[in-house]
């Protein structure tokens, strides 16, 4: 639609999921303490196919309005797993159930059209859920059920340019870094990167 944007769905059923699978220390441990540390130090991961069949459902939207030279575009995804319950409960197949991004900025073209400018700002958003874990020996993931991750804002900022035939661009990424607690993670015990500038330059010698 013109004005309300475009929405997509997919509905998947998945029967032989086959996936990497983080195991928790067998070893007795006494306090919770010491089984987030031993979860964290000890990654086990073994090669598992589900029995169970899995139902996936995902929704998303996209829309940009614009106003004069500013804009707003904006996607939002759900998504929805349904998975029949195996015998010690786990479930294979996890994703964040909201996934929101949203992006506020100004365009327009300057000094005679020898400028083109764009700055703007962008967020994004996903809740909780139990993210799979990243092994770096097999450079893979492995799914878990144990830690979540998510519920935490990301915000930056961009300045695009163009003059003639070159292009400026920078970056200021999650520049609201020192807001969250710094509890925000990539992947289980992965943190994702703190505040960081990044500049680069296109200069394309022929037109």
Request: glycine share 6%; hydrophobic share 35%; charged share 20%.
């Amino acid at each position: 639609h013109p004005k309300w944007g475009q929405l997509e769905g997919k509905y998947e059923i998945i029967n032989n999921y086959t996936y990497f699978r983080n195991l928790l220390p067998q070893a007795k441990i006494v306090s919770s303490e010491e089984v987030k540390n031993r979860i964290e130090e000890e990654l086990v991961v073994t090669p598992e196919q589900s029995e169970n069949q899995i139902n996936y459902l995902k929704l998303r939207w996209n829309q940009q309005l614009d106003l004069g030279k500013f804009s707003l575009a904006n996607t939002v995804q759900y998504q929805k797993v349904t998975q029949n319950g195996a015998k010690d409960a786990f479930k294979p197949l996890n994703v964040p159930e909201w996934n929101v991004r949203s992006s506020l900025f100004f365009s327009s073209e300057l000094f005679g059209k020898a400028l083109y400018l764009q700055t703007g700002v962008t967020a994004q958003y996903f809740t909780k859920y139990y993210g799979d874990r990243y092994s770096a020996v097999i450079g893979e993931f492995a799914s878990q059920n144990h830690t979540e991750i998510g519920d935490f804002p990301r915000i930056d900022f961009f300045i695009n340019a163009k003059i003639q035939q070159t292009r400026v661009f920078l970056k200021f990424e999650h520049i609201n870094d020192d807001r969250t607690g710094y509890n925000y993670y990539a992947a289980p015990f992965t943190p994702y990167r703190d505040s960081i500038l990044r500049f680069g330059i296109v200069w394309n010698f022929f037109q």
